[in-house]
């Protein structure tokens, strides 16, 4: 899973490294400068064939530009924080990033939450349902338990 925030961040310290505006960026890959915008705010990545573009422009390897090597670092406070929820939540789900749910959980949306504890239920990822429980709403927790005896 990519994190297209830290890839927006990558290309903002990049090009500003470069001595570069939007504008510069945008006309040297013949895209708009609205591109380059969305992909430094996160909302929208590079397709391939700019992506190989940006890595010969900025002499730096596919993998550095789309930080597939970089350390993952979380605020425990705000996990989320300058990482996309989605790219979070799979790292989670996937126990490629640590953490204790029950001091995340309540940082979680709704479908958010659903999804946490449908993967603890199934078994993809092992955590303490007691531990978990009392930080749930009652519907939560019918959730986590479902065909159990609590």
């Avoid at 990033?97 to 939450?113: A, H, N, T």
């Avoid at 239920?121 to 065909?147: C, F, H, M, T, W």
């Amino acid at each position: 899973m990519l994190d297209v925030t830290q890839i927006g961040l990558k290309i903002v310290k990049l090009r500003e490294d470069n001595q570069m505006s939007q504008d510069d960026l945008a006309n040297k890959l013949f895209i708009s400068r609205q591109a380059i915008s969305k992909w430094e705010r996160g909302l929208a990545i590079p397709g391939i064939d700019l992506i190989i573009e940006l890595s010969k422009l900025f002499n730096k390897s596919i993998d550095e530009i789309l930080c597939l090597d970089d350390l993952v670092e979380i605020d425990k406070l705000n996990i989320f924080n300058g990482h996309s929820r989605e790219f979070i939540i799979s790292s989670i789900l996937n126990q490629k990033l640590k953490v204790d749910i029950s001091e995340v959980i309540y940082q979680f949306g709704p479908l958010e939450r659903i999804r946490i504890i449908k993967a603890i239920n199934s078994g993809i990822l092992p955590y303490d349902k007691s531990k978990l429980a009392k930080y749930l709403s009652v519907s939560e927790q019918k959730l986590l338990y479902r065909g159990e005896k609590q």
